[in-house]
């Protein structure tokens, strides 16, 4: 089983910059292909991005392409996504999640995930 914190939220100016990060526990992190979701009040939770578990691929969001970056540090248990250009659109909750799942096409799918943090808010002002 795996436990997934998520940290770094906050609010930013909308152009500004945010890094969220997700620590896990457990020793079998490294099997792990880890995602970044997001919802909005009244929205449904929406794929952001994803990881493999080397870190060798990623996939995104059309929504976020170009502006965030999902990364993954197998010795420190952890997976992060650097977010610039925010837009007041971006403003959610994200959610980090794990999986055992290394098919690139299933990674884009909350259904993929078996494993879910609390979640942290984001907050982009105009």
């Known amino acids: 089983q795996v436990q997934l914190v998520e940290s770094g939220g906050g609010l930013v100016q909308a152009g500004g910059s945010l890094g969220l990060s997700c620590e896990a526990s457990g020793r079998t992190f490294s099997m792990y292909a880890m995602g970044w979701f997001r919802q909005a009040p009244g929205k449904e939770r929406e794929f952001v991005a994803a990881i493999r578990r080397s870190g060798g691929r990623t996939i995104y969001a059309d929504s976020v392409k170009g502006r965030f970056t999902i990364s993954k540090d197998n010795g420190k248990n952890t997976v992060y996504l650097q977010m610039n250009s925010l837009k007041p659109e971006d403003t959610a909750a994200y959610y980090c999640?794990?999986?055992?799942?290394?098919?690139?096409?299933?990674?884009?799918?909350?259904?993929?995930?078996?494993?879910w943090g609390q979640g942290t808010q984001v907050t982009v002002s105009s």
């Open positions: 999640a794990a999986t055992l799942s290394q098919l690139a096409q299933y990674l884009s799918s909350k259904s993929a995930y078996a494993y």
